[in-house]
């Protein structure tokens, strides 16, 4: 099983539309989670964190699920600049109190006028 | 604040040679991370430095691949020899991390590799 798994899609959503992701991780002592956003040919780019309590920035909300271990991205009014492919992230514990930062493949969302 | 720069921009050799990719990450940030990406298999973690040294390197295929960051400002990655397969566009990244927290992990615009 992937340590951080995500549906690739695409999702394919109208403009105005709201679309949401799900992620889930298998390690249950993760402690920090995050999404990235990365577009066609370009570097990923963090959009947001995700915070226990859930967290909104604009259109867009993340929510996690320790019990379940997922987390979620929620974008609302989707508009055409949003297309891209958006990235779960996961900060794990790795031997000798480092953390590492392991990437799920990404979901992506092409949005259409 | 220049970001994580990276060169070359794109390499194309043939297999067999000698491929060195470099990094120069964020000033202050004390953690480097060298990506690889591919569409069959996303991103991938090669290998990750804190201070400059090696913390876990269970990522690098095979022995082909080394890595090095002989100080805090810059870092290589060397495949030798190259293969076709090898063929992706790496990914140097850099934070702040200490035993409690990651911050947010800054790009370089990556290296696009080709092997012919």
């Known amino acids: 099983r992937k340590e951080v798994e995500q549906d690739p899609g695409p999702f394919n959503v109208p403009e105005g539309a709201t679309v949401a992701f799900n992620c889930t991780y298998s390690?249950?002592?993760?402690?920090?989670f995050f999404w990235y956003r990365q577009d066609c040919r370009k570097e990923p780019k963090l959009l947001m964190s995700?915070?226990?309590s859930g967290n909104e920035d604009g259109r867009f909300t993340a929510q996690l699920n320790r019990a379940s271990q997922y987390i979620s991205l929620l974008i609302r009014d989707s508009k055409l600049s949003d297309s891209a492919t958006y990235l779960c992230?996961?900060?794990?514990?790795?031997?000798?109190?480092?953390?590492?930062?392991?990437f799920g493949a990404g979901t992506r969302l092409a949005v259409h006028p | 604040d220049a970001g994580v720069i990276q060169s070359p921009r794109h390499e194309v050799t043939e297999m067999g040679q000698e491929v060195t990719l470099r990094c120069k990450p964020i000033?202050?940030?004390?953690?480097l991370f060298w990506y690889r990406q591919t569409m069959m298999r996303g991103l991938e973690l090669l290998i990750y430095?804190?201070?400059?040294?090696?913390?876990?390197d269970s990522g690098m295929p095979e022995d082909r691949f080394s890595a090095k960051m002989p100080n805090a400002s810059f870092s290589t990655l060397k495949i030798q020899p190259s293969e076709p397969r090898d063929s992706a566009v790496y990914f140097c990244?850099?934070?702040?991390?200490?035993?409690?927290?990651?911050?947010?992990?800054?790009f370089g615009n990556g290296t696009r590799l080709t092997v012919t």
């Open positions: 990244a850099s934070s702040w991390t200490d035993s409690s927290y990651n911050s947010p992990l800054h």
């Open positions: 390690n249950s002592a993760s402690q920090s």
């Open positions: 995700v915070y226990s």
């Open positions: 992230v996961v900060n794990i514990h790795v031997s000798g109190g480092y953390n590492k930062l392991i």
């Open positions: 000033s202050g940030h004390n953690s």
């Open positions: 430095f804190n201070n400059n040294v090696p913390i876990d």
